[in-house]
């Protein structure tokens, strides 16, 4: 504890009131936040006595100030913790690492035949969102399903307003051509809804349904209609059997597993949806050492879930620190009751163990993931004879098309793997085409530009996907920036462009440097140029084909900068509107006919001469 942090001062401060407290470095920075029901009494607990875990130890050690903010509730306490926790991540808070949103099956309920897709991202749109699912391959092993099943369209609706005939989905029965109008509206509506019951885990409902409309059938003597629905009772049931093998019911809940290994921590979420074992997600969250488990299960199920819409029950491996609060906290938040429960049996107690056991197998992947790339940075700073052993390595590349849309990359890699938080790319403005040379310079310039650096984090080691001339030319850059000390390091590409030809180039050696083929060291640095190449060449590619839509576009009379933007969104492009007839233009926002039949034209008659 730093000694000019007057505790007996501050405690005589305090509220017996609910609120957030936050413990601060001698620099200001943010060390931990906590929450607390009573203000005194908690922040109090950490002086009175020796803290009985060597992370609190380690952090009454670093504190040099504390502030609080008091609030109405203690609910209003830890809705505050979790946004100070997320916006500013403190070193001795758990904090959840994982970057990517969970994808979803969106259903186009606005539309007058809906469509069944994949989608990830934000939920604010039109239409009804289903899950969130573990991955993308349970998403599309769902839809596969929905599809057999429910016979639902999945097609684009481009693709849709242009048919003219139904698509190899009609003959394989894997969908009912509403496009061509084979079905009527309510009909597939019909259909639509049965699909949705089914996610929803409301099968009985769905197989009731179309019992009676099989028995319908019959009595109109439309035998054909009554095979239909009696093989589709049979396939629904079919899955149920097979889900019934793993659940035994109908159930809507997450299984949460956390497990340790050599201080890293892993917190695996089985996601059982209908009774269906979807699959299973890992998270890494960030563990000061010594932390109890109930508070990093606690932390956890805080970020992920107020993130995260919650089932109506979650399963956890161990006690959870303040569950009953947590617990209201999430129904508050998401609209219904949500059980926290650890003491379960039968196969609420598999789904713990299964999840419990893909923790303990995460932890120890990680670690050995972690060791493998521990080595590589440890032999990296032997080959290149660096002073230290680097702690985050970055790399740009560039990305055109005969000098067109320049676009640079930079990726970023630390002893975890990629920091995909961290990257940037840069569209290049003002330089000619095809000097790779002034591209790479800008980029690197911006990426290091004197208001940005203050606030950014140096790398202790440069990459630069090309040779003598580009390092050069970065190296220059560097200087001019006040960054000559920062190690730079090219990556080339041999004659025969194999990967065992590549070798590295450093500006104070007289020959490139030949690091044997396969070594942990050179595994690293290709890894890290290829991830860079992949970086530049999606938005390259993007950006082109922004290009080549409104470069098209531009060249008709009429159709200004907000009219191209409303075309590409209606059609999903520019195929779609080169596809379109002239009345499926005017269907667009602000497409008088007139302007309708100068696009078609644009698109046809020029291509018919």
């Known amino acids: 504890m730093s000694g000019a942090f007057d505790t007996a001062a501050f405690l005589r401060t305090l509220t017996h009131r609910p609120g957030v407290y936050r413990m601060l470095d001698a620099n200001g920075g943010l060390l931990y936040v906590g929450k607390a029901k009573d203000l005194r009494r908690r922040v109090a607990s950490y002086f009175g006595k020796r803290p009985q875990d060597a992370k609190t130890q380690a952090m009454l050690q670093a ?15 830890l809705l505050l913790e979790y946004n100070l926790i997320k916006a500013h991540r403190p070193r001795f808070n758990v904090v959840l690492r994982d970057d990517k949103s969970y994808p979803y099956i969106h259903v186009t309920t606005d539309l007058e035949f809906p469509r069944f897709e994949f989608h990830r991202g934000s939920r604010a749109g039109a239409g009804r969102f289903f899950g969130p699912y573990p991955d993308a391959t349970a998403v599309r092993d769902s839809l596969q399903l929905l599809q057999k099943l429910f016979r639902i369209r999945q097609c684009s609706d481009t693709f849709f307003a242009n048919r003219s005939r139904p698509c190899l ?4 029965q894997r969908c009912t051509a509403p496009c061509v109008g084979l079905v009527s509206s309510a009909d597939y509506r019909r259909d639509v809804d049965d699909a949705i019951r089914f996610i929803e885990g409301r099968g009985a409902d769905v197989l009731e349904g179309l019992a009676a409309r099989m028995e319908a059938s019959a009595a109109r003597l439309d035998y054909e209609a009554a095979a239909r629905y009696r093989d589709q009772i049979a396939a629904i049931r079919r899955v149920q059997q097979q889900q019934a093998i793993d ?23 089985l996601m059982i949806r209908g009774g269906r074992v979807l699959g299973s997600r890992a998270l890494f969250p960030r563990v000061a050492r010594g932390t109890p488990a109930g508070e990093v299960l606690s932390a956890v199920l805080a970020q992920h879930y107020l993130a995260q819409s919650p089932p109506p029950e979650v399963l956890v491996s161990a006690p959870v620190d303040d569950a009953e609060l947590l617990g209201q906290m999430l129904a508050e ?27 303990r197998e995460g932890a120890r992947a990680r670690v050995a993931a972690a060791a493998t790339l521990g080595e590589q940075f440890h032999q990296l700073a032997e080959v290149l004879s660096l002073p230290v052993v680097p702690e985050r390595l970055e790399c740009f590349d560039i990305s055109h098309t005969q000098g067109g849309e ?33 591209a790479l310079a800008q980029a690197v310039a911006r990426r290091f530009a004197p208001d940005r650096i203050a606030q950014a984090v140096v790398p202790d080691l440069l990459l630069v996907d090309g040779g003598r001339g580009q390092l050069a030319r970065v190296t220059e850059v560097l200087e001019n920036l006040g960054l000559a000390s920062l190690p730079v390091f090219g990556i080339a590409k041999g004659t025969g462009r194999r990967p065992e030809q590549d070798h590295i180039i450093d500006l104070n050696r007289p020959a490139p440097l030949e690091l044997p083929a396969g070594s942990p060291a050179m595994l690293l640095l290709q890894q890290l140029r290829d991830e860079a190449h992949r970086f530049a060449l999606a938005g390259h590619r993007r950006r082109r084909g922004r290009k080549q839509a409104s470069s098209s576009l531009e060249e008709i009379p009429g159709l200004g900068p907000q009219r191209r933007r409303t075309l590409l969104r209606h059609f999903g492009g520019l195929q779609g509107i080169a596809r379109a007839g002239v009345e499926d233009l005017t269907l667009a926002a602000g497409i008088s006919r007139v302007l309708a039949e100068r696009i078609y034209g644009r698109f046809h008659e020029e291509g018919d001469a």
């Open 169 to 172: 989905q009609y003959q394989i």
């Open 247 to 269: 659940s035994g019911g109908e159930t809507d809940l997450d299984a949460l597993g956390l497990a340790e290994e050599r201080g890293q921590y892993c917190v695996s979420i």
């Open 333 to 359: 938040r998401c609209g219904h009751a949500v059980a926290l429960r650890q003491r379960v049996r039968g196969h609420r107690r598999r789904w713990i163990l299964m999840a419990l056991g893909n923790a």
């Open 406 to 438: 320049t676009v640079a990359s930079c990726v970023a890699f630390n002893a975890e793997g990629p920091m995909r938080a961290a990257y940037r790319r840069y569209n290049i403005r003002d330089v000619a085409p095809g000097d790779d040379y002034a």
């Open 63 to 77: 504190v040099a100030s504390m502030d609080v903010t008091v609030t109405g509730t203690e609910q209003e306490a």
